[in-house]
């Protein structure tokens, strides 16, 4: 996998949107999506959502995403995604589920923002680098996993606070 280290920036009158089927094939991708991403709004549609998912992301922040939204609950998390041409973009991304008549999941919907670079470079970073570390440190993928969740678990209920919450105050 090409890393070029460059990061993009996008505005904070920005929104970068996209839509998934139940098993995170993209069905819908704004523009903004497309220009981030470096692909054409076309091609992002049908591919599986990790196409721009970035080596440095711990598996566990994804293991608790789709726990919460399978489950029907939204989630706000910080990601740093990759785009087709190895660059690199931080986002402050809220996935949701969306549900039909009879309040059966159909997909899910991402909306990201422009992130607060304090808390991206003093708390999410430190901590992803600590989780991707414990991953990549243990005998096998399945107890990396395992291991880094129990840690993420960990500092979560050190704050006091559910996940979402202790996310959303992380500037505080
Ligand atoms: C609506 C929605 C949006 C997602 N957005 C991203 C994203 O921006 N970046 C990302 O790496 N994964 C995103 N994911 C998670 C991916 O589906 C996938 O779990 C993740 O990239 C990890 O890939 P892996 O299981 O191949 O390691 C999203 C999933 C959903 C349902």
Same mark, same amino acid.
């Given at each position: 996998?090409?890393?070029?280290?460059?990061?993009?920036?996008?505005?904070?009158? !920005?929104?970068?949107?996209?839509?998934?089927?139940?098993?995170?094939?993209?069905?819908?991708?704004?523009?903004?999506?497309?220009?981030?991403?470096?692909?054409?709004?076309?091609?992002?549609?049908?591919?599986?959502?990790?196409?721009?998912?970035?080596?440095?992301?711990?598996?566990?922040?994804?293991?608790?995403?789709?726990?919460?939204?399978?489950?029907?609950? !939204?989630?706000?998390?910080?990601?740093?995604?990759?785009?087709?041409?190895?660059?690199?973009?931080?986002?402050?991304?809220?996935?949701?589920?969306?549900?039909?008549?009879?309040?059966?999941?159909?997909?899910?919907?991402?909306?990201?923002?422009?992130?607060?670079?304090?808390?991206?470079?003093?708390?999410?970073?430190?901590?992803?680098?600590?989780?991707?570390?414990?991953?990549?440190?243990?005998?096998?993928?399945?107890?990396?996993?395992?291991?880094?969740?129990?840690?993420?678990?960990?500092?979560?209920?050190?704050?006091?606070?559910?996940?979402?919450?202790?996310?959303?105050?992380?500037? !505080?």
């Amino acid at each position: 996998m090409n890393l070029t280290g460059r990061e993009l920036y996008f505005e904070p009158h !920005e929104v970068i949107v996209s839509k998934t089927n139940l098993k995170g094939k993209i069905t819908y991708a704004n523009e903004t999506f497309a220009q981030i991403a470096e692909i054409k709004r076309k091609d992002a549609i049908g591919k599986p959502h990790n196409f721009i998912r970035h080596p440095h992301m711990p598996k566990c922040i994804f293991k608790l995403l789709w726990d919460a939204i399978s489950e029907g609950q !939204e989630v706000f998390a910080y990601v740093l995604n990759r785009s087709t041409k190895g660059n690199e973009y931080w986002v402050f991304a809220h996935v949701t589920p969306s549900f039909d008549q009879s309040n059966k999941i159909i997909g899910y919907h991402s909306s990201r923002r422009v992130p607060n670079r304090q808390i991206v470079d003093t708390v999410i970073k430190p901590l992803y680098q600590e989780l991707l570390k414990i991953e990549q440190s243990a005998a096998s993928k399945k107890s990396g996993l395992e291991n880094s969740y129990k840690t993420l678990q960990d500092t979560i209920q050190a704050s006091g606070k559910k996940y979402n919450h202790f996310i959303m105050t992380l500037g !505080e």
